[in-house]
């Protein structure tokens, strides 16, 4: 059978099995340009019956599209009878929470999840409204549910939407359990055969459950903060407002044009803190009213990113890792270590290093795992046993672990307000607090370079090239190559050489979410002089270290471009 016949009969077994009225007519008059010889039409035909959406880094993420590779309907209902019979099988039933965020199509989808899990007898909790996803995993945690499903494809670009799983404790979905599931959707018929049953209830409370725990991770006398914030058109600007309220912080100052949930996201390329030009409305505002602090959320509200004013009178973003140290720092110092006497704190393998000579200060545990909350989560013994802080360099914080397993913007921004508050109390500023800890701990500049690359066959090529002949030396430094497949395609280039040579270090992926091969550098300088050091003899050394670090970096990026081809 020829390729064509083989795509041909796809799109109609599927079109056989449609739910939906539009997506019927859209598969249908694409099927027909391909049968008619439109040499286009036949090439998205053939994407989008070419397999279907894989649980990556945080869940199912596809472009919303008609088809069985891509979000939509059918696949969400298909998605859930998998879900639904994998929890079956293993004899798990109880509550399963489904939560949504604001982007086209998530609250049909979250209903349809919905109906299909009351018709396999679960026990299902709707959140009433679009909420931010740390909502849902809280509620999933809470409620003590065998699973929880938001639709949501985070700070993706407005034409895709996506299908988040949290397990039993509100952990995020993980490794062996994701493939499990995907083998048994595999199973699922057709989705109008799939049993649907309007039987669910809201869960009104979940939302002021998940505030009152927020405005338990201050101490008494917060406040006195101006603050500038930008929810980026998502859900998390209600939710923060109120939760910074009810912490104390009620000078909060919101980019009025990026206030209100829009699926379209009008006035950003991307509606991801981390890209350029997303938070640039954040900075002007903050500027205007002279904040304090500047925060940025991303439109499910489950990252965070903070900006701060400069010495030059200007604004800056932090760097998720210059966020995350000192973050982890604060809650190392505040808590009481006669509760927790073991306390872990983890980050990921692509993430600075610095957390792990705070967390040595600190007389604390300290872990490293593979990218993504799924394994942070799981640091240590592989239960997170003790964790009271977790990052990822990509904005991703977790503050409160025993209450949300996941990354959560919104407890995120409170925290660092608190910190910053603190700091305002103690005459200093966040940036004074960093250049402390890159004294006492070593400057560490990092860097991120992110290639394109829409064929899956090129970036497996690249990873295989760099395997087989990985470089021996970069910026001048000896390295040695750790490989971590087959656990992970990760290759890691570490300096073989001693603390002199800038220690660089260079981690190589493929992202999980999104067609790209990204690199992640660092380089780490430390701060010269005598511990006795006072004054402007030590801001002159930290000054050097910096400015070393980042000629550093800046050689170690022109090559790592050169090898992956940027």
């Not at 109609?12 to 019927?24: I, M, P, T």
């Not at 349809?112 to 931010?132: I, M, N, Q, S």
């Not at 992110?450 to 970069?474: Q, S």
């Not at 000629?551 to 170690?556: I, Q």
Request: hydrophobic fraction near 40%; include cysteine.
């Amino acid at each position: 059978m020829s390729r064509e016949r083989r795509v041909l009969e796809a799109a109609r077994e599927w079109l056989a099995g449609e739910v939906d009225e539009a997506d019927h007519a859209e598969l249908s008059e694409l099927t027909r340009r391909a049968v008619n010889g439109d040499s286009d039409a036949a090439s998205d035909l053939a994407d989008r019956v070419a397999g279907s959406p894989a649980f990556g880094t945080a869940g199912i993420r596809a472009s919303l599209r008609a088809g069985p590779n891509g979000m939509n309907r059918a696949v969400v209902i298909r998605t859930t009878a998998g879900l639904a019979g994998w929890l079956r099988r293993r004899g798990t039933v109880g509550t399963v929470v489904v939560g949504h965020d604001a982007r086209h199509g998530s609250r049909r989808f979250a209903v349809d999840a919905a109906d299909v899990l009351c018709a396999a007898g679960f026990e299902v909790r709707v959140l009433p409204e679009p909420l931010p996803t740390p909502v849902l995993a809280r509620a999933t945690r809470a409620l003590g549910a065998v699973a929880g499903v938001q639709l949501t494809a985070s700070h993706n670009p407005p034409t895709d939407n996506g299908y988040k799983v949290y397990l039993a404790g509100g952990d995020p979905l993980a490794a062996p359990y994701d493939a499990e599931i995907e083998g048994a959707i595999s199973e699922v018929g057709a989705a109008a055969t799939v049993p649907r049953e309007r039987g669910w209830h809201h869960y009104e409370r979940a939302l002021p459950e998940y505030l009152e725990r927020v405005a338990e991770l201050v101490g008494d006398g917060a406040g006195g903060l101006r603050v500038a914030v930008t929810a980026l058109h998502g859900v998390g600007a209600e939710p923060l407002e109120r939760a910074l309220r009810n912490a104390g912080f009620t000078d909060t100052h919101f980019v009025a044009a990026q206030r209100r949930p829009d699926p379209d996201f009008p006035t950003v390329d991307f509606p991801n803190p981390e890209e350029p030009g997303a938070t640039d409305a954040v900075l002007e505002l903050a500027r205007d009213i002279d904040a304090d602090l500047a925060v940025a959320l991303d439109p499910d509200a489950d990252r965070c990113a903070l900006g701060v004013p400069t010495r030059e009178g200007g604004w800056r973003m932090l760097r998720g890792d210059e966020t995350g140290v000192l973050l982890g720092d604060h809650v190392l110092s505040t808590m009481d270590r006669e509760v927790d006497p073991d306390p872990l704190v983890a980050t990921t393998i692509v993430s600075s290093s610095m957390l792990e000579s705070v967390a040595r200060a600190h007389g604390a545990r300290y872990d490293e795992t593979l990218t993504g909350f799924k394994w942070l989560m799981r640091a240590g013994d592989g239960s997170g046993g003790g964790l009271v802080y977790a990052y990822e360099e990509a904005l991703g914080h977790c503050v409160d672990p025993d209450h949300v397993r996941d990354k959560d913007g919104i407890a995120t921004a409170v925290l660092a307000c608190d910190l910053a508050a603190t700091l305002a109390r103690d005459g200093t500023t966040l940036s004074e607090r960093l250049a402390e800890l890159e004294i006492e701990h070593g400057v560490h500049e990092t860097e991120q370079i992110t290639v394109r690359m829409t064929d899956p066959g090129t970036r497996a090529e690249t990873m295989r090239l760099l395997r087989r002949n990985p470089p021996t030396e970069l910026a001048g430094t000896p390295m040695e190559t750790r490989d971590l497949l087959p656990e992970a395609d990760v290759l890691i280039l570490r300096d073989a050489g001693d603390e002199k040579s800038g220690r660089p270090r260079v981690v190589i992926r493929p992202s999980g979410t999104e067609p790209k091969l990204k690199c992640y550098l660092q380089t780490i300088v430390p701060v010269e002089g005598p511990e006795s050091t006072e004054g402007s003899e030590r801001v002159s050394g930290l000054t050097a270290a910096r400015g070393r670090a980042r000629e550093l970096l800046a050689a170690l990026t022109s090559e790592v471009r050169s090898l992956v081809g940027s």
